[in-house]
């Protein structure tokens, strides 16, 4: 929900002035929209012993992370890299989960250094090379087994993770064995469950029958002498892209779901939202570059890109696209493009909207995440800039990168070495 006051206002100040000082495109995101959508959550969960960390993917910005630090929420990472932001932002290592399917046994040896909180392993061999690693360090590392509960969460294909032909997590009969032979690893306390059933999920049956997998299989284990400390539910929570279709979860329904699938379950509940608490936070403006009447159609060019939001090319998303000029003349359907030479490099098809001419200023909406942490310098076109907005204020929170600093890593092949 974010927190427009009229059009062209977000969060208190007027996206229309900040161009003159911030070329287009941009990404700004709102503070008090992001504060909202986490004290909805935290009051959703009361009384709960639950504890939330935020997937650094969705949204990776230090001034995000610093945000998130100071409302006690910790951090869901899948590198090394993420980890190193959120410590940088203040959120304490003790409350970061490491994710993913390939972590390296470097990431693992910098995690255990720096002191995360726990481990979600994935494989028979993630594990056994967390033994080795936390062995070399001699240090004992929590961890959880992620369960693939082969439930389909309803989501776009790309974008589910909990059905069996996924990649990631492992079948309960695969984890029960890990569990019988945890003696094998005591540089390893095997004393958590994960699942994560995918992302963008508007409905809260998925949801309720992962969960009711997990938590008679946490019974089972703490039953043959394995006690689960903590269950981490992942995240997944929908958000509104299109309005009149997509309908999200009600937060409160989600938490009394959780209250009643864990009611006999005393250790920590985890959960990892990401999207939910930032993308309808955020959104991309951008500038009309020109008109093309082409000859079935007109395109809407603009001067963001594919490289700027992959979301449309890479899941068909929809985003709303809101013209912030009061200009009449009638509704007109273009394709709203960008200026990369993709024929994916498109926002929009047939988008009907009040008529626009070059120079426009276009919002796009619940950009906040998935947005500037997917961005690249694709067609050398410099990553945007991010500001944070935050009742009537506005900070730059990433300059625009200029060429110097998309070519610094590059150097001319000047001296040849043999292997």
């Given amino acids: 929900m974010v927190i427009m006051e009229g059009k062209g206002r977000l969060d208190g100040v007027d996206l229309r002035e900040l161009v003159s000082t911030v070329p287009t495109p941009f990404y ?82 910098q995690a255990l250094a720096a002191g995360v909180w726990r481990f979600n392993i ?50 309960m009969d695969e984890a029960r064995d890990w569990f019988s032979q945890s003696d094998a ?16 999920i508007l409905t809260l049956q998925p949801f309720r029958l992962a969960m009711q997998q997990v938590a008679a299989f946490a019974a089972q284990l703490a039953a043959s002498g394995h006690p689960i400390n903590s269950i981490d539910v992942g995240g997944g929570l929908g958000v509104r892209y299109r309005h009149g279709h997509d309908v999200p979860v009600c937060v409160n329904e989600y938490a009394a779901m959780l209250r009643a699938t864990f009611a006999d379950f005393d250790g920590t509940i985890v959960l990892e939202p990401g999207r939910y608490l930032v993308a309808e936070a955020g959104v991309l403006i951008t500038r009309v570059v020109r008109i093309k009447a082409g000859a079935s159609r007109e395109f809407l060019v603009v001067d963001a890109a594919m490289n700027d939001l992959q979301r449309p090319a890479l899941y068909d ?68 800039a991010e500001l944070m907005l935050d009742r009537g204020r506005h900070a730059v929170v990433r300059r625009r990168q200029s060429f110097e600093e998309m070519v610094a890593g590059e150097s001319l092949a000047a001296e040849w070495l043999t292997a």
């Fill in 185 to 200: 690893f005591p540089n390893v306390r095997l004393d958590g469950l994960h699942v994560h059933i995918g992302s963008q």
């Fill in 317 to 384: 998303a929809w985003h709303e696209i809101i013209p912030l000029h009061d200009r009449g003349g009638g509704d007109v359907r273009y394709d709203v493009v960008g200026p990369v030479c993709e024929t994916g490099d498109t926002f929009a098809v047939q988008r009907s909207m009040p008529r626009c001419q070059a120079g426009d200023l276009l919002l796009i909406a619940n950009a906040g995440a998935y947005g500037a942490s997917m961005s690249s310098n694709y067609n050398s076109r410099p990553l945007t």
């Fill in 28 to 109: 700004a995101y709102s503070a008090s929209a992001i504060r909202h959508r986490v004290g909805a959550l935290q009051t959703a969960l009361g009384g709960m012993n639950a504890r939330i960390c935020y997937a650094v993917k969705a949204n990776g910005n230090l001034a995000v992370l610093r945000l998130m630090a100071g409302l006690g929420i910790g951090a869901d990472i899948v590198s090394a890299g993420e980890m190193h932001r959120a410590l940088h932002a203040g959120i304490p290592a003790g409350n970061i989960v490491f994710s993913g399917v390939g972590k390296t046994a470097d990431e693992m040896a």
């Fill in 122 to 171: 994935e494989s028979r061999d993630e594990l056994h090379t967390l033994q080795t690693v936390a062995a070399e360090q001699d240090v004992v590392a929590l961890a959880a087994v992620r369960i693939n509960p082969d439930v389909d969460a309803g989501t776009h294909a790309k974008i589910s993770t909990g059905k069996a032909e996924n990649k990631f997590g492992v079948t």
